[in-house]
């Protein structure tokens, strides 16, 4: 499946109701909306923002070439240009929010108000009936990385059609594997997803997520690992030893990062990571042999 790139949007706050549930592959979906309606917790950007105001006069964000000067979490105020929201709508729920809050240069909690403010602004007749392919493909970009609510505002769907739509996906999830083309957003996704959001995002059972997950050596971040066992508490990932980095500086150069990945028993992530600390490169041969398999990757997409 190849997930758009494109930023729909619009909206209907109130709760789910009904407490239906959609069960497939011992995946049982909830509905959302009471749930975040009462906590409005955010999967990718921590606690609920306070509400945006205007404040001191800020440069272009970091996207345009500019840097700007981060502000202090403690202000609440923070002036929006156009350039700002420009970026904000276009990444919005596609980056992870603490990541697209650097580039603008606000909190991610500020960043999070003013995606409310902006959405919760547009008066949308609420859409009913059938799903299109654009709201379904809308629907499955943000899911995991905006809450349930917010994503009604952004495609136009109440919370309830949102619901039963993540129920009657989780009764039809696919049990075969993922084809191969999908692997590249599969990959980019993996970090900072639920593996149940995985599952109805790329339509499959949430054992075939975390069998290909094994398979291409793939781990969560970090940041989202700390969000998901709570504030204060740390992941801790495995010290490399003095035998590992030996064996990492030798097979580096001449073999690919999920191979050395298999090898060391870690994730593509770990590997790509401490390479980069110890300054480890390519040799020529591997770097050709990269560049034909994604050139072969592109035209297989």
Same mark, same amino acid.
């Given at each position: 499946?190849?997930?758009?790139?494109?930023?729909?949007?619009?909206?209907?706050?109130?709760?789910?109701?009904?407490?239906?549930?959609?069960?497939?592959?011992?995946?049982?979906?909830?509905?959302?909306?009471?749930?975040?309606?009462?906590?409005?917790?955010?999967?990718?950007?921590?606690?609920?923002?306070?509400?945006?105001?205007?404040?001191?006069?800020?440069?272009?964000?970091?996207?345009?070439?500019?840097?700007?000067? =981060?502000?202090?979490?403690?202000?609440?105020?923070?002036?929006?240009?156009?350039?700002?929201?420009?970026?904000?709508?276009?990444?919005?729920?596609?980056?992870?929010?603490?990541? /697209?809050?650097?580039?603008?240069?606000?909190?991610?909690? =500020? /960043?999070?108000?003013?995606?409310?403010?902006?959405?919760?602004?547009? =008066?949308?007749?609420?859409?009913?009936?059938?799903?299109?392919?654009?709201?379904?493909?809308?629907?499955?970009?943000?899911?995991?990385?905006?809450?349930?609510?917010?994503?009604?505002?952004?495609?136009?769907?109440?919370?309830?059609?949102?619901?039963?739509?993540?129920?009657?996906?989780?009764?039809?999830?696919?049990?075969? *594997?993922? *084809?191969?083309?999908?692997?590249?957003?599969?990959?980019?996704?993996?970090?900072?997803?639920?593996?149940?959001?995985?599952?109805?995002?790329?339509?499959?059972?949430?054992?075939?997520?975390?069998?290909?997950?094994?398979?291409?050596?793939?781990?969560?971040?970090?940041?989202?690992?700390?969000?998901?066992?709570?504030?204060?508490?740390?992941?801790?990932?495995?010290?490399?030893?003095?035998?590992?980095?030996?064996?990492?500086?030798?097979?580096?150069?001449?073999?690919?990062?999920? !191979?050395?990945?298999?090898?060391?028993?870690?994730?593509?992530?770990?590997?790509?990571?401490?390479?980069?600390?110890?300054?480890?490169?390519?040799?020529?041969?591997?770097?050709?042999?990269?560049?034909? *398999?994604?050139?072969?990757?592109?035209? !297989?997409?």
């Amino acid at each position: 499946m190849r997930l758009p790139t494109e930023n729909p949007q619009s909206f209907d706050s109130a709760p789910a109701e009904t407490q239906a549930t959609g069960t497939s592959g011992g995946m049982t979906v909830q509905p959302r909306g009471k749930e975040l309606a009462a906590s409005q917790r955010s999967p990718s950007a921590g606690p609920a923002a306070a509400p945006a105001a205007g404040g001191p006069a800020a440069g272009s964000h970091a996207g345009s070439g500019a840097t700007r000067e =981060q502000p202090a979490s403690s202000d609440p105020a923070y002036h929006w240009s156009s350039a700002d929201t420009e970026h904000l709508l276009e990444n919005f729920g596609e980056k992870d929010h603490r990541v /697209l809050a650097r580039e603008i240069g606000c909190t991610p909690e =500020q /960043l999070h108000a003013e995606a409310r403010r902006i959405y919760g602004a547009r =008066q949308t007749e609420l859409r009913s009936g059938p799903w299109s392919p654009d709201e379904l493909n809308a629907l499955k970009r943000y899911l995991g990385a905006v809450e349930t609510d917010l994503i009604a505002r952004m495609i136009g769907r109440s919370v309830e059609s949102i619901d039963a739509k993540l129920v009657e996906l989780a009764a039809n999830l696919k049990d075969e *594997e993922l *084809e191969t083309r999908a692997h590249v957003d599969f990959k980019r996704l993996y970090g900072t997803r639920a593996d149940e959001d995985l599952a109805l995002i790329f339509d499959r059972q949430v054992g075939i997520v975390r069998a290909l997950a094994a398979e291409l050596c793939l781990s969560k971040d970090k940041g989202f690992m700390r969000r998901k066992a709570g504030k204060g508490n740390r992941t801790k990932m495995p010290r490399w030893s003095a035998e590992e980095l030996d064996q990492l500086r030798e097979i580096y150069p001449k073999l690919s990062n999920l !191979d050395i990945a298999k090898e060391l028993g870690r994730s593509v992530k770990s590997i790509v990571s401490k390479a980069h600390s110890l300054r480890l490169k390519k040799d020529k041969a591997r770097l050709r042999k990269m560049g034909q *398999e994604n050139v072969q990757l592109r035209h !297989d997409r």
